[in-house]
């Protein structure tokens, strides 16, 4: 039984730096003082909190681990001050393999550690290849307090949750590393009102807070009691610091209701990912400056405003391009003085000349614009240390469109997506109407033939694996529901040929189902045989 009748649990929505074992361990040295003043006894920090995540192959280089049970030891001393005691998520090395475990800290010592008992399921946060799984857990006791404590993949099913309660959990505490996804907050308190329902114990969940390579991670770390009800909820999307209260009566913990912050609308939860994912890409790797070509297009725009808003119009600058048309040009020039960006203009003619010179006769028909415009922008981002940001979309980068850019902050939104965000920036004033018109005439490097976007993006969906369609084959589906047999075939065959491309697409946010890849073989005969 506890030693008092109260609880006060701390919880650290934390953003770690990844691979930055030091950094992140100062960090939690002073989330744990803040959580001390505030009268604590437990701060629960999320999953890989210690590294970061998704750790790839850190979790296999034996110098990392190391690091890691190093700054466990350093972090347990800590608590040898006699103020709250620490539960996180680190890896853990044992017997030759890695496991994605959660510690308990206090009194100076390692007082318990779990590994990760569910494999997960393959995707951005869940390596299923880097993490062993270990055996079903029991309880940590926590100064009397045994607590059910549950590590990513864990909180998903009731295997685990009913095993901690059977060994007499009196608390369920999930340390999770959950993606950013649109509604994924709400499925997550779902899930975790399926323990509550089969446990009978309450819940408290702590989430990643951040982004890391292609993904975001939005916090909205929360609290419920066995009556199902919340009782804490984090804002989304910021890192900060939670207090919890907990009292014992006779129906065992309950955790004091706190009001709850008003959840935001889905397209500004989108825009605050958005922000978050450009934000972390500037100030995770160094980058002073973001460098964009505007084209005139909507998507174009948008990016344009995410860079604005990620870091400042003085810190922005765009690039305007020959080619574009008439309208197209004024619109891109209509951006920059709107958002207050500097530009640069390049010319290509004495480039294009001096290519064609070199390459001879044969090569006269060849349009090496687009080539030089990709080398012009990255030679220009590489002279002034900036981020290139490219404009594509996630319909884009599906068809190998992506073009030049060390990051794309849409490619995880479809293009009819990209289109109703920059609806929502017009409602507010960010944006003019006129700044998403389309263009006058389809970009030079899109295909032709293709259906305009709103019969193109379903089509899309589904041949990415994104649109269920049941047990029914990609093409049945998409022709069930009135598409085009000859338009889905080209499609198709697109998006096959460019598998080489897409893995050569600079890196964006994965906030669709599926997450930002996509991965086919680069040879694939399967869509030729289709008729």
């Given at each position: 039984?506890?030693?008092?009748?109260?609880?006060?649990?701390?919880?650290?929505?934390?953003?770690?730096?990844?691979?930055?074992?030091?950094?992140?361990?100062?960090?939690?040295?002073?989330?744990?003082?803040?959580?001390?003043?505030?009268?604590?006894?437990?701060?629960?920090?999320?999953?890989?909190?210690?590294?970061?995540?998704?750790?790839?192959?850190?979790?296999?280089?034996?110098?990392?681990?190391?690091?890691?049970?190093?700054?466990?030891?350093?972090?347990?001393?800590?608590?040898?001050?006699?103020?709250?005691?620490?539960?996180?998520?680190?890896?853990?090395?044992?017997?030759?393999?890695?496991?994605?475990?959660?510690?308990?800290?206090?009194?100076?010592?390692?007082?318990?550690?779990?590994?990760?008992?569910?494999?997960g399921e393959p995707g951005l946060a869940e390596d299923v290849m880097l993490f062993a799984t270990g055996p079903a857990p029991g309880p940590m006791v926590f100064r009397g307090l045994r607590l059910g404590v549950m590590v990513g993949a864990d909180a998903a099913g009731p295997a685990v949750a009913?095993?901690?309660?059977?060994?007499?959990?009196?608390?369920?505490?999930?340390?999770?590393?959950?993606?950013?996804?649109?509604?994924?907050?709400?499925?997550?308190?779902?899930?975790?009102?399926?323990?509550?329902?089969e446990t009978g114990l309450p819940l408290l969940s702590v989430n990643l807070v951040g982004a890391q390579d292609g993904i975001a991670f939005d916090g909205a770390s929360f609290a419920l009691n066995a009556d199902r009800r919340l009782a804490l909820r984090l804002p989304g999307l910021a890192e900060?610091?939670?207090?919890?209260?907990?009292?014992?009566?006779?129906?065992?913990?309950?955790?004091?209701?706190?009001?709850?912050?008003?959840?935001?609308?889905?397209?500004?939860?989108?825009?605050?990912?958005?922000?978050?994912?450009?934000?972390?890409?500037?100030?995770?790797?160094?980058?002073?400056?973001?460098?964009?070509?505007?084209?005139?297009?909507?998507?174009?725009?948008?990016?344009?405003?995410?860079?604005?808003?990620?870091?400042?119009?003085?810190?922005?600058?765009?690039?305007?391009?020959?080619?574009?048309?008439?309208?197209?040009?004024?619109?891109?020039?209509?951006?920059?003085?709107?958002?207050?960006?500097?530009?640069?203009?390049?010319?290509?003619?004495?480039?294009?000349?001096?290519?064609?010179?070199?390459?001879?006769?044969?090569?006269?028909?060849?349009?090496?614009?687009?080539?030089?415009?990709?080398?012009?922008?990255?030679?220009?981002?590489?002279?002034?240390?900036?981020?290139?940001?490219?404009?594509?979309?996630?319909?884009?980068?599906?068809?190998?469109?992506?073009?030049?850019?060390?990051?794309?902050?849409?490619?995880?939104?479809?293009d009819s997506e990209a289109a109703v965000l920059a609806r929502w920036g017009l409602e507010r004033g960010w944006l003019t109407e006129v700044l998403l018109r389309p263009s006058e005439a389809p970009a030079p490097d899109l295909p032709a033939g293709l259906p305009p976007v709103e019969r193109l993006?379903?089509?899309?969906?589904?041949?990415?694996?994104?649109?269920?369609?049941?047990?029914?084959?990609?093409?049945?589906?998409?022709?069930?529901?009135?598409?085009?047999?000859?338009?889905?075939?080209?499609?198709?065959?697109?998006?096959?040929?460019?598998?080489?491309?897409?893995?050569?697409?600079?890196?964006?946010?994965?906030?669709?189902?599926?997450?930002?890849?996509?991965?086919?073989?680069?040879?694939?005969?399967?869509?030729?045989?289709?008729?």
């Amino acid at each position: 039984m506890p030693e008092s009748v109260s609880l006060r649990i701390a919880l650290a929505q934390t953003d770690p730096w990844m691979g930055d074992i030091r950094r992140n361990v100062a960090r939690l040295l002073a989330l744990r003082a803040e959580a001390a003043a505030q009268g604590a006894d437990l701060l629960v920090a999320p999953r890989l909190a210690l590294l970061g995540a998704p750790p790839e192959d850190l979790a296999r280089d034996p110098a990392v681990l190391s690091a890691c049970e190093a700054a466990i030891r350093h972090l347990a001393e800590a608590t040898g001050d006699g103020g709250p005691g620490l539960l996180l998520g680190a890896p853990w090395r044992e017997a030759g393999r890695c496991h994605d475990a959660a510690f308990l800290l206090d009194g100076g010592q390692v007082r318990a550690r779990r590994a990760r008992h569910e494999p997960g399921e393959p995707g951005l946060a869940e390596d299923v290849m880097l993490f062993a799984t270990g055996p079903a857990p029991g309880p940590m006791v926590f100064r009397g307090l045994r607590l059910g404590v549950m590590v990513g993949a864990d909180a998903a099913g009731p295997a685990v949750a009913e095993t901690l309660s059977e060994s007499g959990a009196e608390l369920l505490l999930a340390l999770e590393a959950d993606p950013f996804r649109p509604g994924g907050a709400e499925r997550r308190i779902d899930r975790a009102v399926a323990r509550v329902v089969e446990t009978g114990l309450p819940l408290l969940s702590v989430n990643l807070v951040g982004a890391q390579d292609g993904i975001a991670f939005d916090g909205a770390s929360f609290a419920l009691n066995a009556d199902r009800r919340l009782a804490l909820r984090l804002p989304g999307l910021a890192e900060t610091l939670g207090i919890s209260e907990w009292r014992q009566g006779g129906a065992g913990w309950e955790a004091v209701p706190q009001p709850l912050p008003e959840p935001p609308g889905e397209a500004g939860l989108l825009w605050e990912a958005l922000l978050t994912g450009l934000r972390a890409q500037l100030m995770k790797n160094g980058h002073g400056e973001i460098l964009l070509e505007l084209d005139g297009t909507p998507a174009a725009a948008l990016t344009a405003l995410l860079a604005v808003e990620a870091i400042g119009a003085a810190r922005v600058r765009a690039v305007l391009l020959p080619g574009l048309g008439i309208r197209s040009g004024r619109r891109a020039a209509e951006c920059a003085l709107r958002l207050g960006i500097g530009t640069d203009t390049l010319p290509t003619g004495s480039a294009t000349g001096a290519v064609h010179s070199v390459l001879g006769a044969e090569a006269r028909d060849l349009d090496v614009s687009p080539r030089l415009r990709h080398l012009l922008l990255e030679a220009l981002a590489e002279v002034r240390g900036a981020l290139l940001l490219s404009s594509g979309t996630r319909s884009r980068y599906l068809l190998g469109l992506m073009g030049p850019g060390a990051y794309a902050p849409l490619s995880g939104l479809y293009d009819s997506e990209a289109a109703v965000l920059a609806r929502w920036g017009l409602e507010r004033g960010w944006l003019t109407e006129v700044l998403l018109r389309p263009s006058e005439a389809p970009a030079p490097d899109l295909p032709a033939g293709l259906p305009p976007v709103e019969r193109l993006d379903p089509i899309l969906r589904v041949l990415a694996g994104e649109a269920g369609t049941g047990d029914r084959p990609p093409l049945d589906a998409l022709l069930r529901d009135g598409h085009d047999r000859a338009t889905v075939l080209r499609v198709w065959r697109l998006m096959d040929g460019a598998a080489y491309k897409r893995r050569t697409s600079p890196p964006g946010w994965g906030i669709g189902p599926a997450g930002p890849a996509r991965h086919t073989p680069i040879t694939n005969g399967f869509t030729a045989q289709l008729a």
